[in-house]
């Protein structure tokens, strides 16, 4: 390979991105990362030094440059348009409005790539009628190309494909095969370069923010450097300012700072009020499993999935004929972990005495709560239980398993389009959590929407042979992955899809 002597040189490159960057790269990468080198190189005047260059962390155009060739900035006018609605319909008010926060608004986009981000929140934020105030919105990237194209204003049909007519017809001109957005919409966004990874006074004054905007940026990142950023933007929010993330990104692990909202069809962040950052197998056979149909006829008859958990019975479980679920990860407190085993083998009573039995701290640590609320389901005191979870919730709010849980007890209260809130949180901060898709299945099944029940259902059974057997025992209801499965093939079947 051309300018690279040896695997050790795509290593420190591999080192350096991680560092300087933040972003993280399997072994499986390696020979991406290699080329991407090699094609560095070749447009670098002192090759040699290229290495020791980035190290010293100098050149910030390339490092722009390299964030440009090994992540995909794709961006476009009013991209996951839920968010945009939450932030017109629910955040502004609540920021900017008559008993708002504040008379401005403040608007940071980080990330922003070419602008589209930051250009749309200004043709939604335009002429909002603010006491004395007026919208701030700034658009941050460390790339300088992407910049440049940002200020010039010059968009292809591509970057508008999402973009309502009106704010076509309003906003933007033709010229050749390019759309020109209109100045005055230019002039109202601020860019800068910067890399989120740096610490800047300026870019990061304390709680200077109303909304940021951060989308598909964290899941690029390793553990550590997400875990950076996250505490600057939250020092740099405004307590009750909001934070928007990209889809298939959460806070979950990185941070108790926020309350999680869900409208519109989308999830977001508030900064706690007052609050300073913490920032912290095998194959299956096509043949019905002999669990499937018993499982699936109590599914038929019982009015609720939980109550199928609160008639599971042992004679149920053995005509599953699998190895008992226990647990395969090592809980905090050895009793919490002793009335685990108990819930296994079906000690309902005993487990919950042991756990009533912590010492207080311990009692109230999130295992033990959501272990609680989990028995009482079981027992048929889903008041009780719901009360675990809410108090769970409230020492940790993106606590997927405490939604799941929530999900069967509003579904029990008859609170259907509840059940179907908390499993979809449960799903939004845990996307590997099958039991949520399979209760989902099971609720738009009994709502006779065949199709939300096919696709809710497959999900499941994709996602139950790989659960840990932690969860099946703890959430499982009783059954083991087998008896799901073949629950999931029998309500496939049932709706007319392919099991």
Request: hydrophobic share 40%; aromatic share 6%; charged share 25%.
């Amino acid at each position: 390979m051309n300018g690279i002597s040896s695997s050790g040189q795509v290593e420190r490159f591999r080192c350096i991105i991680a560092e300087h960057l933040g972003l993280q790269f399997e072994d499986a990468k390696l020979g991406f990362l290699a080329e991407v080198l090699e094609r560095r190189l070749h447009k670098q005047a002192a090759a040699a030094d290229y290495l020791g260059q980035l190290e010293a962390r100098l050149p910030l155009d390339e490092l722009g440059a390299l964030a440009l060739e090994l992540t995909v900035p794709e961006t476009y006018f009013f991209r996951n348009v839920e968010q945009f609605h939450a932030l017109m319909e629910a955040v502004v008010p609540d920021r900017a409005g008559p008993s708002g926060a504040s008379k401005s608004l403040r608007i940071l986009s980080a990330g922003c790539a070419s602008g589209e981000e930051p250009y749309t929140i200004a043709m939604l934020t335009r002429g909002l009628p603010l006491e004395g105030g007026q919208v701030s919105i700034r658009g941050v990237d460390v790339n300088r190309a992407m910049l440049d194209r940002a200020a010039r204003g010059r968009f292809t049909e591509w970057a508008l494909r999402e973009t309502p007519p009106e704010m076509k017809r309003r906003w933007f001109r033709r010229s050749g095969r390019e759309s020109v957005l209109d100045e005055t919409i230019l002039k109202s966004v601020q860019f800068s370069q910067h890399n989120l990874l740096d610490e800047s006074p300026e870019l990061w004054a304390v709680e200077h923010y109303d909304v940021v905007f951060c989308r598909n940026v964290l899941m690029y990142l390793t553990p550590k450097k997400a875990a950076a950023v996250l505490a600057r933007i939250t020092r740099a929010l405004a307590p009750g300012g909001y934070l928007f993330l990209g889809h298939a990104e959460t806070l979950r692990g990185l941070s108790q700072d926020f309350h999680l909202h869900h409208t519109h069809g989308t999830f977001y962040y508030q900064r706690r009020e007052g609050d300073g950052p913490a920032a912290r197998q095998g194959g299956e056979s096509d043949q019905a499993h002999p669990a499937a149909m018993p499982l699936a006829a109590a599914v038929e008859s019982a009015g609720t999935w939980v109550d199928v958990i609160r008639n599971a019975s042992e004679r149920v479980r053995e005509l599953t004929p699998e190895a008992p679920l226990r647990a395969a990860i090592s809980w905090p407190d050895k009793n919490i972990e002793a009335a685990l085993e108990l819930l296994r083998t079906e000690q309902f009573g005993q487990a919950m005495e042991m756990l009533q039995s912590l010492p207080p701290e311990a009692a109230r640590s999130s295992e033990a709560l959501l272990l609680t609320a989990v028995l009482l389901t079981h027992g048929g005191k889903l008041a009780d239980a719901e009360a675990a979870c809410r108090g769970l919730l409230a020492i940790d709010e993106l606590n997927a398993g405490a939604h799941y849980v929530l999900a069967l007890c509003r579904e029990s209260a008859g609170d259907e389009r509840g059940a179907i809130d908390h499993d979809q949180t449960a799903i939004y901060l845990d996307p590997a959590f099958a039991m949520p898709h399979l209760h989902l299945g099971l609720l738009a099944r009994r709502a006779a929407d065949p199709e939300g029940a096919r696709r809710e259902l497959t999900q499941a059974q994709v996602l139950l042979q790989r659960e840990d057997g932690s969860r099946l025992l703890l959430f499982g209801g009783g059954f083991g992955r087998e008896a799901l499965a073949a629950l999931c093939r029998a309500e496939l079947q049932a709706c007319g899809g392919q099991s």
